[in-house]
C-alpha cells in the first residue's frame, strides 16, 4: 500500500459513475484552515452512507455491525484487506491506484503543508534537533523517499504488505546511493496499524497516509491512543486522506472506508487530539476524491518563538 495499512492506492481511486457517481459541479475544495479541538454533536454522526454496490446504510454503527460485528468477521475484514494489496504490483502507478502521475502533486502539497508545521511547532524549523519520523501505510516508501528523508535524520516505515516493504527497503537501503547516516530509512516494520504500537517517545511526526480507511472506528480511535505514546513533546501526526463529501463510503473489494470531514473530527475527539491545521489537496485530476491533509496534536500546541535560520541547511537533496 502506499498507504500504510493498505492503501496508498486507494486514496486516490476515482469515483466513477459506475460506481459512487461523479461529484456535482457545486463541490469545491475548501481554502486552508487553522482548526482548533471542538466538540462535535453526535447528531451529525448520525449521517447515512453507501457501499460500492450503491447500498445504503443508516449509519456507520449499522455498517461496521455488518461488516466487523463478530471476531470472526473483523479477522476476516482485514485479512481481506491486505490480500487486496498483496496482490497489487509494487510500483508507484501500482500504489496509487493507477493514478501514478499523481505522485509529483502529492509530494508537492505534502511538503508545503509539512513546511508550514515545522515553521509553526518547531524552534528554528526544527534544525538543530534529531527528527524522527513514522511513515505509516509505506507502501514501497514512495513518500520516505521523496519527501520524509530530506526533512528528517531517521524515518521508520510501517506497512503490512510485505513484498512492498521489500521493494522499500531495496530501494531506500541498498540502492539509495545518497544514503547517509544522517539522513536514513532505519527501521522497516511489517507489521498493521490496527497491532502496532511505536516505541516512546521515538518520533516527532508520525505520517500516515492513505491507510486509514482500512481500520474500523474503534480501532481508528485505539491506533491514534497507543501512538501518542510515540510523540516526542511538541511532536504531532499528519494524517492524509480520502474524504467523502458526507457520511461514509464503503469499498467492498479493498475493505476500506472514505469519511467526510465531520466524521473524522468526530474521531479526531474520540482520540483526544487536537485539529491544529487543515489543509485540502491541490492539483489532483476531478474525478478523484477530495484527499485534505490535517495536523493533529495530543496537546493544544505552544507557540513557538521565531528566529531567522536557514531551516534547509542540513536537508540532502530528493533521492532519486
Not at 454496490?53 to 482485514?78: C, L, P, V
Not at 521493494?167 to 544514503?179: F, K, P, Q, T
Not at 485540502?280 to 500546541?301: C, H, S, T
Amino acid at each position: 500500500m502506499d498507504m500504510d495499512l493498505f492503501a496508498a492506492a486507494h486514496v486516490v481511486r476515482p469515483v466513477v459513475p459506475s460506481r459512487f457517481g461523479t461529484f456535482p459541479t457545486s463541490y469545491r475544495v475548501i481554502s486552508t484552515s487553522v482548526c482548533f479541538h471542538y466538540q462535535v454533536k453526535a447528531s451529525q454522526m448520525e449521517v447515512a452512507g453507501s457501499d460500492s454496490d450503491g447500498r445504503e446504510f443508516k449509519n456507520a454503527d449499522e455498517m461496521w455491525r455488518e461488516q466487523t460485528g463478530d471476531d470472526n468477521k473483523k479477522t476476516q475484514w482485514y485479512r481481506e484487506g491486505v490480500a487486496y494489496w498483496e496482490g497489487v504490483e509494487a510500483s508507484v502507478d501500482g500504489v496509487l491506484g493507477g493514478y501514478g502521475r499523481v505522485n509529483d502533486a502529492d509530494v508537492k502539497g505534502s511538503e508545503a503543508f509539512l513546511q508550514a508545521l515545522f515553521s509553526e511547532c518547531f524552534v528554528d524549523g526544527g534544525i538543530d534537533r534529531h527528527l524522527v519520523a513514522l511513515d505509516c501505510g509505506s507502501g514501497i516508501g514512495r513518500i520516505t523517499k521523496n519527501l520524509l528523508l530530506r526533512y528528517f535524520n531517521e524515518v521508520d516505515l510501517l506497512e503490512p504488505v510485505s513484498h512492498f516493504l521489500d521493494v522499500a527497503r531495496e530501494s531506500l537501503v541498498y540502492e539509495n546511493h545518497m544514503a547517509s547516516d544522517t539522513h536514513k530509512a532505519t527501521n522497516f516494520f511489517c507489521t498493521p496499524l490496527q497491532e502496532f504500537t511505536p516505541a516512546a517517545g521515538r518520533y516527532d511526526v508520525i505520517w500516515v497516509q492513505w491507510c486509514i480507511g482500512h481500520l474500523t472506528d474503534d480501532d481508528f480511535v485505539s491506533f491514534f491512543k497507543r501512538a501518542k505514546v510515540g510523540l516526542k513533546p511538541g511532536g504531532f501526526f499528519v494524517l492524509k486522506e480520502n474524504t467523502a463529501r458526507s457520511g461514509f463510503i464503503l469499498d467492498k473489494e479493498d475493505r476500506s472506508i472514505t469519511r467526510s470531514d465531520v466524521f473524522f473530527r468526530e474521531l479526531f475527539c474520540r482520540c483526544g487530539l487536537h485539529l491544529y491545521k487543515s489543509k485540502d489537496q491541490r492539483g489532483f485530476p476531478k474525478e478523484l476524491f477530495a484527499v485534505k491533509m490535517y495536523a493533529l496534536m495530543p496537546d493544544m500546541p505552544k507557540k513557538i518563538s521565531k528566529t531567522r535560520s536557514k531551516t534547509h541547511a542540513n536537508r540532502p537533496g530528493i533521492i532519486k
